[in-house]
Nanobody, 116 residues
Framework: QVQVVESGGGLVQAGGSLRLSCATS????????MGWYRQPPGKQRELVAA???????NYLFSVNGRFTISRDNAKNTVYLQMNSLKPEDTAVYYC??????????WGQGTQVTVSS
């Protein structure tokens, strides 16, 4: 079993920054892709950024250049640095991890609110 716990959300003014962290637990678990999704109010969940085990990344077009995803393989942790935040970035942000043998796991989500 794998646990996934996000942290770092909060309320920030437009133009500000936040750093989300996603910690995982599970002895001997190996991870492939790790990523961040978000679900704005009244909208569907969408991929924000993902990073594979080799460090290859991809981003939602609207966050490219403002957000940076990274991972610490020794800690099995993934981060999302969010700069130049906009009100339209307001959403619940979810961490999603894909393990080598145990399937896909989601965190409970962390709220990010950007005020104008």
């Amino acid at each position: 079993q794998v646990q996934v716990v996000e942290s770092g959300g909060g309320l920030v003014q437009a133009g500000g920054s936040l750093r989300l962290s996603c910690a995982t637990s599970g002895s001997g678990v190996r991870f492939n892709e790790m990523g961040w999704y978000r679900q704005p109010p009244g909208k569907q969940r969408e991929l924000v950024a993902a990073i594979n085990s080799g460090g290859l990344t991809n981003y939602l077009f609207s966050v490219n250049g403002r957000f940076t995803i990274s991972r610490d393989n020794a800690k099995n942790t993934v981060y999302l640095q969010m700069n130049s935040l906009k009100p339209e970035d307001t959403a619940v942000y979810y961490c999603r991890v894909t393990t080598v043998h145990l399937g896909v796991y989601w965190g409970q989500g962390t709220q990010v609110t950007v005020s104008s």
